[in-house]
């Protein structure tokens, strides 16, 4: 690989950048009009089965099974391999065009809620569920719910990119994100050895906002070969942790929704009732129809 000398000024290469190159541009706003869907519940989640996407739609789960009927959504898939992220609808409910978004109609005015972590603060506070009450408590779960907001980008973007995405292997860009991302899951397994759940006895937004990526990478299904790459199976703790969260039925349904890989009969691609479950998973649908 010969070295490269960046020029004085950037400018944009789009055929340059790999898998998803066609999903990346330096510039915001919408590529066209498209108004969202809005279904009959007052919850509308417009995302797709990334693990982003799964935090929310976990939460959401979760809720209905604690008993918070107020939690039903409609959940509209926005499929980012084609652009509907950048469709007009989608843009104006978050401006930074990345799944997940959400709009709540339950108020006097539709609010818009983005972000994956400000979505789940959002839930957990309208609903007073999965965080904690207390101030030692709930500043615990923050304190992890942010360090996995500051965290996954060096595990998505960085390793994971560069790892089983990018246009070449690039050694150095490889090493650097692999360390960065075996400190981190050492981290989370050091913490796990003293709390069975991240903020401490009881389960929290912080271990929905943090399975889907780490649990996830621990239990191979990140980034093709990445777990024996980075040896997640001596991560005793982490391991323990993913397996107690994945025993939950509301984490096997929230990992279900907006999914469109994997075993057909565990892929929701939409999500308006209880039922579909039961009766819309991708295996129930005849593709000759």
Known sequence: MTDYTPPRIWTWNSANGGQF???NRPIAGPTHDKALPVGR?????????????????????ELLAAGHAGAEYDAWLINIGTGD??????????????????VDHSGPEPLR??????????????????LP?????RTECLNWLFWQVGSAPYLGGGFGHFYAYAPQKIEYAIDRFAMEAKRQIDVLDRRLAETPYIAGDSYTIADMAIFPWYGGLAKGWLYGTSAEFLSVQDYKHLQAWADRLLARPAVQRGRMVNRTSGDPSEQLRER?????????TQDKFDPAR
């Open 21 to 23: 190159a066609n999903i």
């Open 41 to 61: 519940h007052p919850l509308q989640l417009y995302s797709l089965g990334t693990p982003n996407g799964v935090k929310v739609t976990i939460m959401l789960e």
């Open 85 to 102: 992220q950048f469709g007009s609808g989608f843009v104006a409910v978050n401006p930074n065009s990345k799944i997940p978004a959400m």
């Open 113 to 130: 809620i983005f972000e994956s972590g400000s979505i789940l603060l959002y839930l957990a506070e309208k609903f007073g569920a999965f």
């Open 133 to 137: 009450k207390d101030i030692a408590g």
């Open 272 to 280: 308006h009732d209880a039922s579909d479950f039961q009766t819309k």
